[in-house]
Every structure is written in structure tokens, then in C-alpha cells.
């Protein structure tokens, strides 16, 4: 397949709009997995391990069987139930129901029946025997030799990780600075607006799941092989869904045990979690301990960067790293990183917005900082210095299109940073500090899939695609695009979506890839129509078929404009009624590599009195190339800053050290952030490089770079304000007030 | 599109498999749309007017209003509700609710409540003041002058339907035997297992309507026009749907007011009707009187056939014509028809099985027994004498195949048509006789439409069309379509269809189209995919495209079998993970007609004590081109037969004189046949001319054909058994006992 000319100018892409179903999502119209009521359906529970550390010796299930509206209960004994469910190294590590319990929530039993309360009541009533076991849950702890084992071999979560380029002895020998510090980075739960579950039916050997998650056709995957069957057997529906951040990119176990409750009593099953069990078992950021060792010449170019790390995924198998974005962000000939992953007794981590880049950003950010202030440099001058163009980590393929300079000029002239470096800072309690801090982002996606666009002979427009969208607006950019070639306006496009029944492959909606590999797909399924109404028009007209256009829904001969006819007195459409326009992959350009580059800025005011830091304004420069929707560009970064927020000032799970138990599983005492502490008036500044290479709609990625450098532009600027660098999150009052006695900031 | 090759040989299409949701159906897990629940939903019913004629005075809705439940009353005043609904040669002729009550059981107001017993509740609670109107239920007293007009400008529905070939006066004068009789008809209720009704909801200004219909497309412009929408906003869904005869192809009034009523709460709506009110305002065939004239040689050549008929589609616009089958199943150079439609006070009819046809076969098979009789013929060889090899209706297009004469020939032998005739007819009570009737169906169908054909990369397939499956087994004839091509097992390929969100435009599924139609469009997907398999194969064999053949999962080369690639090997489908292919409609062959031929031949046996009738063999003699799946073949034929015994025996609307109101609208009273009524061991006999150009795939209709004669060969057997020509429906014990009275048979 050829690639498709890039857009010299649009009409719709880009423009400010509406969601296209915006409407319903806001009056409640919209059908979540979680609002799903299907005739004769039964309704689900978890019975939960309560220890951090435990072996099942017995699981007594009579009393809950013979509660009102109990219809099934499902143990690791139950026919079918011993499914294996996390994975080693060496094979199976777990098992649906494990009776041996490693975390806090760990599921035990199921049960159905009539209703949620019903199911809920017959969950508490199934009596386990538990033998307590002793536990570590801090990730330090667990290396040591007498730490209780969280599996058998111990608690290191295999090798560590290693990366090398150039020689670090010899880019420190070569530094005329250089700084060490260890950051700390806290363990956030991604906590989405729609707890996580699945409703499961089976027609015979045909399974079901409406769902709540990212990527359909991934998961159709995962639940054929847990169930053996073909692919073409498996449903998994995900019309609308409530966030997931990428803790729903993976097979729950919710939906396993609906699934074998349905097949047990011939009836569908709804299993959802609660609030509380959601902080529990569905994933959560892995935190880092993080050592970096940064060395450069008096001119600022960075000569050295030297990372080690230890991380935990808690009691399973997950990646911790950190180190990409390090080893990638800036020029810099050497690099050594070591990041050990440990096992403790908590719920598993899970692929979360950015994983690892915004805990590499929280300590690489901070250090560049540190490292300007040894070398008395503008921090963004040091930045500016050490730009890219190559990608480092990827054979130093060329980038499409590098536009962290630009993110860093066009972002401090918008920002005002000059004019805040020279402003004298305000004496007395409450001081003001400015910050900056830059991200990229490492994953240009998986180019496969297809879209299918249907016109209709009423002119109005179909669209069909496997993606998810999982709240970022991906309907209504696909429905754009489809728009901007076509000439239909967005509100006469229907698109239906994220069903492995009725929909084309798509790739997961995760990784920041959604845009930037499904539009181009759905641009060359529009121009598949498009090019059928062309022929059909050169018919009817008796010209050239190179030689027509599209207009206001009717088709004009370019040099001959009198020659025309409307889609309506096209006869061949009227009597297909409706034409089938198939859209494939576009290829990744050849040799080249499509990464997004972000640059964040922020000022923040600290009461040196309390501790209290407020976020006064967030300035994000963006480079994700073409805006294809003003608004759901806005409402990314405005949400993922927010995010960012949240990571560096507020969010941390809170593991109780004497009993191993999670102490803020809720959203009272986990705390995200709110309205109040946001800046009112965040800044998005896209800033477009015009890649016509990266794919032929020229859009990167942006839900994950728009989360990365947040807190640490914060950290930056707290350190600005106060001249204490803040290494170790939450930047909250309790921190705060100990760092300011300790240094007598403001006394 | 060019033709594809027709099958020479064939290893899963004609062989005999369950249906693949045969389980579904069976087991109750399959989701009617009466079966589906929305959150939220609220439950509608009806208030119907009482008489057989009437004029609303006032609707009061203050009572209904105010009871328990209730959310929303809808009625012709009511914003929006003011919709025209059926349409006369000059515009409008009703509304949605209309106050000129026309028929028993029309639509007077609706109600919406939490409840389907609080909706039934509130709707006889609405208090509607009528005037009565005097009434005309008798069709033949509808065209009296004195007559009640059930419209204004009188009761005659148009100018009469009339067709002429050639010179009647002459084509009698050339007779030397002539017969004319007049016949009755029945006007039988579709009755379908599954009610008619709808789901509907409103997402902001789009409407989904989850549906039990028969093509969902077609109403999908039904409801746009309604409402005004783009054909984009509307979805129209019918996953499983139980039944429809023809009754199903046409808007309802319950979908418009549950739409109406959706929009007016802000909440999902369900409108379904009850057995009884489905017999009143939701179809049948209509009524017909027939009086048929027909003149031949002495070696009984057909020389002129004269129709005459009168039939009611009552008190709004049906077609009731009766005549095709009469001037195109024999060949004859005079034939002269004039058909006459009136409007009485009764719901209205719609297309029915066949529409006009079995009526038709039940006049001119009995007067061809008639003319065999005074010829001194045997009744097969007067129709042999007469197989056309053209259509005389349409042009003298010659048929792509007759099978006409091998369905009398083959038929006769199989059933032993001369042996049975040579028996000694009984003596004493219990008489036997055998008869036969032929038929054809004159529709070959619209050519458009198109359909989706998903290769997944594990070897199972997905195939999504538009076209409904009415409980005929469409999804699994068209799912051994793409297993023959592609080698995937029925059971590995998923069939989504009928929904107007996801799936490709289909022709409706009615007039028997829609295998000959569908097929050849997705036989034309798989072979797509087919291709990119093949192309796939070619570039990692290294081989040329053409020299390949797909084998059990195994793609190799025909002149070299060590070169091969398994599916699961070849990486661009691994890679690609889904292949899309899209299928188009195959154009109908160039100046020839693709028509089906059926000839079915009854045993009966008389009681002459009671008049009982039990038909104690049936066979049916078809061509309907290649057999596409045997079972649902079978299935087909049977179910056809069945209806035909029902059309013949059992079935018909009572209308009471004295009250103008149906005496038998419920399963008890109308009498469908039940397993006691039909032969144990029907035969059903598939005559294939090995039809090389109706399509790619040989097949023909069979729907509607099956159903056809039935009634008329069982005519004939009473005929062969007891002398007694019955001309008019039911041939049951009130009239047999009668008749045979009369002619002192058995006596």
C-alpha cells in the first residue's frame, strides 16, 4: 500500500468541536459495560483474602450456598476454575483462585446470584481458614536476606534490567560538573472513573464479554487462550467505557470468574468491582527508587548519565523500569542503567499513562536542574543545549520530526520565562518559583489494522472501527477525518466501535498510539469511498475521473464546472444504496522513528508557614504534531497536567508496615486531585513541527506525554521558590512543613 | 464486478448441518429484541379503539395519567405525534393515531410506565369518548352503493389491476374444452412465535431501535423519514427474531411510539404487543375471490385463461392481486385479468408468504384438475403438456432454468403418482385420494448489497452482513458459503448481522431473495480474502499467485506440494493479525429471469361420517437451484407445506357481522396446524438443474415457493377421493360434513 499525500490544508481536522457523543455521555444516555442489564442476569461477588500474606488451608462454601438468591459459588476446586493467571519466567506463577494469597485483596471464591447484595452477603458468608503468613511490603526490605518470601526463590523479580551506551567512566572523567541525587516516586493507583468488570453470557460455545476496557481485540486474545477457543468464539464489547489509563489493558479476573459462573448456571453474569477492591488488585503505578549521576561539560553538553533503580510490581511479575526516558530525552554519548525489580506483598502494577517516564522525568528533570545550578547556567539553556535529533536508544534512527526545541523556545516566550527568571523573589511567608521540565515519550506504535467507512446513498456516513475509545475523544477524531474527506459534517457520522463481533482490528488504545495509527487507517477507508463516488460520477458525467472533486455533497468537475452532479442524482450510489470503503495500515516511515516531545512549565507559591504549595499556573508546550481536534488536544493535556499533579503532590499508596494492609483504598483518603488544586487557567500550546512523514495525517502521540514532566516542572519550581529540592513525593504540607523547619526557609 | 465461476463440486455447502445458533435458539440464550432490558427502561402499551368503526369524540388521559408508574401518555395531540402513517394515491390517508378509527384494534394513544402490567393498566384507564360509525366487514357488500364508506370517496381502493395478452374471445374460440369455477380464499394471519415490537431509545437526536423485523435497512429509512433524521442517526438492530411471514417488512406503529415515547421521558422504551392485538393490526393475506375461466385443446394445450377476482386489503392500501401465477406458470398465448381491491373495516393486510400466489394456485390448480378431467387427461400430463420456457410476464425473458418439468416428472415417480392412480379407489367410510399442484415464484430479487468477510489470523473467520436471518437459517447458509471457500469450519466462523450500525447494506429478507441475493455477495468476500491469502502466500513462498490452493489451513503450491505455508506461518497474516474482504453485489444475469418451480403431491384420507380430512403424505417437488444446506432446505419446504395446510385447512380471520370485530384473534381460536395436522414423514424432493447463470452460486428462492401449492394438492386428493371440488377454504368438518351431505357421498 502506498502512502497517502499528507493534508496541505484542512477544514474540520483541527477545528474546535464537540464530542460527537458528548450528549450522552453528559446526560447519561450512554451505555457503560457497568450499565448493562440482560435478561435472566446474575450478579456477582468476591470473597478477598484480608491478610497481605496468606495460605488457604480450607474454603468452606455451605453457608453462602444456601443463602437467599445464591445460584453459584466458584472456587479453585470448582470444574474449569484452576486457571492459570499470572505469569513467570518458568510458567503459571498463579492461579485464578491461589490458595496461596500473596496480597492483601487476593481473590479466593466467587459467587452469583440474583442480586449484587444478595451476591455481596454470600461473599462474606463463605468461611476460608487462613494460615497468616509473614509479610514485607517495603521494597528496600525485601532484598534483604531474612525478608519472608513473597514467592519461593525469593523476592527479585529476575535479572535486572541493564542498558549501556559509550562508558560512563569515561563521561564523568570527561564532566566539569557533576551531580547525584536519589528521588523517590510514589506508588499511584490509576483509580478510572468506572471500576473495572465485565458482563459474560455464553450461547453454547460462544462467550461474550461487555466490557470495560482498552483494546477489544487484545483481550478477545487473552480469553480464547484461557478458554481454548477459536477466536471467531469469542465476543468482547467495549461501547462506552469510563477511563482506564492503562489498567484496563489486561485480563481481569473479573471477568474469568463471570465467564465460569455463567457457564455454571447457564445464565449471564455482571461482576463488577467495588470502589474499594478496585485500589486493591487492578494495578497501580510500581515505585521507584531512583539514584541518578549527571555529568557535563562547563558549555552544559551532558558527557554522562548514570541511573540505578529499584522498583516494585508488588507481589507479580511487571515492568518497573524508568530508565527510557533518561537514556533517550537528551544527547548524551554515555549511558549506564541498572533498575531491579523486587516482589512485595501488594497488588500487581499495571501498565500506567507513561509507564516509567513520569517517574524518569520526576528524577532526570530534577537533576538537570541541579546540574544548571552547579554549572550556573538558565535551566532552560542547559535543555536547549542537549536537544536531539536522533533517537539514541533506537540505533539512532532520525526522528520524523524533533520539536522539543521548539516545545522549550515557543513554551518559555509564551510562558513569560525570561521575564519570571529576572522578577526578584517576594520576601516574607509566601514565595513564588518558577519551574521547567521536559518529556518525550518512546512508543510510536503497532502500524497494523483497518477501518471500514460505509456512505450512505442519503449522504450520511458510516464509520466502523476496532478502536477503543476510552474517553479521549478517539470517536470524534476518527469522525473528523471522515468529515474532512468527505464533506459530511461529524454529527451525520455515525461510528460504531471497539466490538471484535462487528468491527475491524484495531490496535489497543494504549501507548499513545490510537490517533496515530487509526486515523491515517480511517483517512484511506474515506478515500475508498471517496474514489468509488469518483468513478461512479465520471460515469454518470462522461469526464475523466481524475479531473472531479468533492464539494457540498456534490461531485464538480474541476474545469468544467457546469459539469456536476449532487450525490443524490448520482445514480449508481442511489442503487447501491450504500458503498463499502475498506482503509489498511499505513506504514511507519522507513529508517525513521515518530516520537511526541512535551515541555511543561510551572509557578507555584509556597506558604513557608504551612507547607502548603499551590500550583499558580501549568503552561504545556506540546509536540505531538497535527492537532486533529482542538478541544480533545486540550482536554488531553489538561487532564494528563492534572494527572501530574496528582503524581507528584498528592496520590501514594499508603501499605500499613504492621499489617501489610492498604490504608487509603478509597477515594477519601487516596487522594486525587480536584478542581481546587489545579491551576484555573492551564495553557495548552500545541506546537506542530508540520511532520509529513510520521504518517499521512501527521499526528504523534499525546495521552502520555502530556502527563510526564508535570511534577517534576513543579519540584523544579518549588525548589525555585525555596531553594529546596523536593526529591521525594507527595510535595505536601506534611513534607513540606518538615523540609522548611529543617532548612528555616522563611524564619 | 465481473461474475464469479459457479461451483463445479462442493464439500460443505448442500451438506446437511445444524444450524450454527441452533443452540442459542433452543436453549433460550438467545436475546429476542422482546427479550432485551435497558436500564432505565420503561414498558409501553396501547389504547385501541373498540368498534369496527368509529370517530374519536375525546381522549381524556387525567386518570391514566396520575396511576401508579406511569411517565408518559401519547396521543394524537401530543408534540410530534401528528405523523401520517398510511398513504393513499393522493397523500396521507392516516395518522399515527388517527381519530377516524377505521378497523377494531386501532391505535387511539399510548402509555409509558415502569411496568408492562402499569402501562396495560394505564392505557384502559384512558377514557376515549366514540362516535360509532355504521361498518362493512364483507368485501362483496363493500361495493354495494349503500354501503358504509370506510374512506371518503367510497370503498373501491383504486382503479382495478388489470393485464391482457393476447385475445381471450379468440384463445376461447380456439378451445375445445373450457371450465370456469370461482373460488374463496382465506385471510390468514401471519402469526408469527415472536410478537410484534420494539426497543427504542434516543441518544441525543439519534435513534436506536432495537427491532423484530425483516430487513433492517429498509426501515431504517421508514423511521429517518419519520423523524427526520439522517439515515446515519438512525440504528436499526434485529439480531434474533422469531418469525415475521412478510408481516415484518413494514413500519409499526408500536416502533414510532416508542420512539415518541423515548423521547418524550429521556428513557429507553419497549413497546411490545400481545398475542391478541398481533392478530388485529399487524397483517395478513388478504381475502380473495376468484373466478377463473380456462379453455384448451383436445391434446390440452392451454389456449386462454380469464381472471377475474375481487380482494380486500382492508381499510388501508394492500396489494391483492392474485393473477401472476396464473399468467406466467403455463404457457398460454391469451390470458385477460382484472383483479378488483375494496376497502373494508379490518386491519390491514401485507405481504404474506408468496403474497397472491397461494391464492392464486388454489384457483387455477383445481381448474387445471377440472380441464384435465373434462379432457379425459391425467392431471400430470396437462401440466407437462404446458412447462413454459420463458417468462410470458416479463418480455418472454427466457428463465436461466425451468425445473418445472422435472419437479411433475421426478415428483410423480418418487411420490408413485401412477401406481396410486391405478389403485381401486375404497370402498366403505374411509376414502383416499391423491392430488397435485404446481406453482412458481415471480420475484427474482434486487441485486445490491454488499458484505464484510474478516480472516483472523488463528484461521477462524468473521463474516458480517446485512441481511436478517427471519429464522430461515440465513447466517448459517451464508457461514458454509465462506467455509467453502475458505476451509474454516461453520462452527469457527462468528455471523453478526442485521444491524444498520455495523454491517454492510442488504436487501431486505423477504420475497425469497435472500440466499440468491446474499450468497454470490459473500462467496465474493471470502474470495477476497481468499486473494490476499494468496497473495500473502505467493510473496513468502516466492512463488506465482495464480499456482496456489488453499488446503485445510495449508496454503500450497499446485505444481510443487513441498511448497507450503501453513496460516499460522505466514507472517503478513500474523503480522496483519485480520484480513478484511468485501463483497459486492453480483449482478442478475443478462436478459434471462432466475425463478424457482415447485410441484407438490398430496395423499389424503376422507371420513365420510365426519368429514375429517388427514393428509396422509405430502410431497414437495423443487427447483430452487443447488441446495445450499440441506437441513434448512428441509426446513423450509416443511415449514412451507405446514403454512400451506393452514392456508387450506385450518386458518382464516373470523370477522362477526353483527359487531364488525374479530371472533378468533388468539391461538386458540384461529387454528395454526399443530404436529397432530401434518403427514409424519413429509418428503421433500430438491430437483437441481444445475443452474450455471442465475449467480455464483446456483441458488433460487425457496421461501415462498414451498408454501405455494400445498393447498391446491390437497384440493385436488379430497377431489380424487371424494368427487367434491371444494372452492372455498377451510376444507374442514363444518364444510366437508356439508358437502358431502349434499352430494350423498359415502351414502
Not at 169 to 192: D, S, W
Not at 234 to 248: C, L, T
Not at 282 to 288: K, S, T
Request: charged residues 20%; proline residues 6%; glycine residues 10%.
Amino acid at each position: 500500500m502506498t502512502a497517502l499525500r499528507p493534508w496541505t490544508e484542512t477544514r474540520v481536522v483541527g477545528t474546535a468541536r464537540p464530542r460527537i457523543d458528548g450528549y450522552d455521555r453528559v446526560s447519561g444516555s450512554a451505555v457503560y459495560a457497568r450499565d448493562l442489564v440482560l435478561p435472566d442476569m446474575l450478579y456477582a461477588a468476591f470473597a478477598r483474602c484480608p491478610h497481605a500474606h496468606a495460605r488457604v488451608r480450607k474454603v468452606d462454601t455451605r453457608r453462602a450456598e444456601t443463602m437467599p438468591g445464591v445460584q453459584a459459588v466458584l472456587t479453585g476446586d470448582s470444574p474449569g476454575a484452576k486457571l492459570p493467571f499470572y505469569f513467570g519466567e518458568k510458567g503459571p506463577l498463579s492461579w485464578l483462585f491461589d490458595p496461596h494469597c500473596r496480597f492483601e485483596g487476593e481473590e479466593v471464591a466467587a459467587v452469583a446470584a440474583e442480586t449484587q447484595a444478595q451476591a455481596e452477603a454470600a461473599a462474606r458468608a463463605i468461611e476460608v481458614d487462613y494460615e497468616e503468613l509473614p509479610f514485607v511490603v517495603d521494597m528496600e526490605r525485601a532484598l534483604k536476606p531474612d525478608a519472608p518470601a513473597v514467592h519461593e526463590g525469593g523476592n527479585r523479580a529476575g535479572e535486572p534490567d541493564r542498558y549501556q551506551r559509550g562508558d560512563v567512566a569515561r563521561g564523568f572523567a570527561e564532566a566539569e560538573a557533576v551531580v547525584e541525587m536519589t528521588f523517590r516516586t510514589p506508588c499511584a493507583i490509576h483509580t478510572p472513573m468506572e471500576t473495572h468488570g465485565s458482563v459474560a453470557r455464553w450461547e453454547g460455545d460462544r462467550l461474550t464479554i461487555w466490557d470495560t476496557n482498552q483494546g477489544v481485540f487484545d483481550l478477545r486474545s487473552a480469553y480464547a487462550q484461557f478458554f481454548q477457543l477459536p477466536l471467531s468464539q469469542v465476543r468482547v464489547a467495549s461501547a462506552y467505557m469510563g477511563g482506564g489509563f492503562g489498567s484496563k489493558l489486561e485480563p481481569g479476573k473479573y471477568t474469568l470468574a463471570a465467564a465460569l459462573l455463567a457457564r455454571q448456571t447457564g445464565r449471564p453474569v455482571k461482576l463488577f468491582l467495588s470502589r474499594e477492591e478496585s485500589f486493591l488488585c487492578v494495578g497501580n503505578r510500581p515505585p521507584n527508587v531512583l539514584t541518578l549521576r549527571a555529568g557535563a561539560r562547563k558549555d552544559g553538553t551532558l558527557t554522562a548519565l548514570q541511573l540505578t533503580s529499584l522498583g516494585t510490581g508488588g507481589a507479580y511479575p511487571e515492568g518497573t523500569s524508568a530508565g527510557y526516558l533518561v537514556s533517550d530525552l537528551y544527547t548524551c554519548p554515555h549511558v549506564k542503567i541498572e533498575e531491579t525489580a523486587v516482589y512485595v506483598n501488594a497488588g500487581k502494577a499495571r501498565a500506567f499513562r507513561a509507564p516509567g517516564f513520569p517517574q524518569g522525568a520526576w528524577a532526570l528533570e530534577q537533576t538537570m536542574d541541579a546540574l544548571a545550578l552547579k554549572l550556573g547556567m538558565d535551566p532552560l539553556a542547559l535543555r536547549l543545549k542537549n536537544v536531539p535529533t536522533v533517537s539514541q536508544r533506537r540505533n539512532n534512527l532520525p526522528f520524523t520530526s524533533t520539536g522539543l526545541r521548539q516545545c522549550l523556545e515557543d513554551g518559555a516566550k509564551a510562558f513569560g520565562w525570561a521575564e519570571a527568571r529576572r522578577r526578584p523573589r517576594a520576601a516574607g511567608p509566601l514565595v513564588r518559583g518558577i519551574g521547567v521540565a521536559a518529556g518525550m515519550w518512546g512508543w510510536d506504535g503497532e502500524a497494523r489494522g483497518s477501518a471500514i467507512v460505509r456512505f450512505i446513498a442519503d449522504g450520511s456516513v458510516s464509520l466502523t472501527t476496532g478502536a477503543s475509545d476510552i474517553g479521549t475523544g478517539t470517536k470524534t477524531v476518527l469522525a473528523m477525518v471522515v468529515s474532512e474527506e468527505l464533506g459530511v459534517p461529524p454529527e451525520k457520522i455515525q461510528v460504531d466501535h471497539a466490538d471484535t463481533a462487528t468491527t475491524p482490528y484495531a490496535v489497543l488504545s494504549g501507548g499513545s498510539q490510537t490517533t496515530h495509527i487509526n486515523a491515517p487507517i480511517v483517512r484511506a477507508a474515506a478515500l475508498d469511498v471517496k474514489q468509488q463516488l469518483m468513478v461512479m460520477a465520471a460515469e454518470q458525467l462522461k469526464v475523466e475521473e481524475g479531473a472531479l472533486e468533492l464539494r457540498d455533497g456534490v461531485i464538480v468537475a474541476t474545469n468544467a464546472p457546469d459539469k456536476k452532479v449532487a450525490l443524490k442524482d448520482l445514480a449508481a450510489l442511489q442503487e447501491q444504496q450504500v458503498l463499502v470503503g475498506v482503509g489498511r495500515r499505513d506504514p511507519h516511515p522507513k529508517g525513521k522513528v515518530a516520537l511526541p516531545f512535551v515541555v511543561h512549565f510551572a509557578e507555584v507559591e509556597v506558604d513557608t508557614r504551612t507547607g502548603e504549595v499551590r500550583v499558580l499556573r501549568l503552561l504545556g508546550a506540546h509536540d505531538s504534531g497535527r492537532v486533529m481536534s482542538r478541544l480533545s488536544y486540550e482536554n488531553q493535556v489538561f487532564g494528563g497536567m492534572t494527572m501530574g499533579i496528582g503524581f507528584g503532590m498528592t496520590e501514594g499508596r499508603v501499605l500499613d508496615r504492621n499489617t501489610g494492609k492498604m490504608a487509603n483504598a478509597n477515594w477519601h483518603d487516596y487522594k486525587i486531585p480536584t478542581a481546587m488544586d489545579v491551576p484555573a487557567e492551564p495553557v495548552c500550546l500545541p506546537v506542530d513541527p508540520h511532520d509529513t512523514e510520521c504518517n499521512s495525517v501527521g499526528a504523534k502521540g499525546l495521552g502520555e506525554p502530556a502527563t510526564i514532566p508535570t511534577a517534576a516542572a513543579i519540584a523544579n519550581a518549588v525548589f525555585d521558590a525555596t531553594g529546596i529540592r523536593i526529591s521525594e513525593t507527595p510535595i505536601n504540607p506534611t513534607q513540606m512543613a518538615r523540609l522548611l523547619a529543617e532548612r528555616r526557609v522563611g524564619r
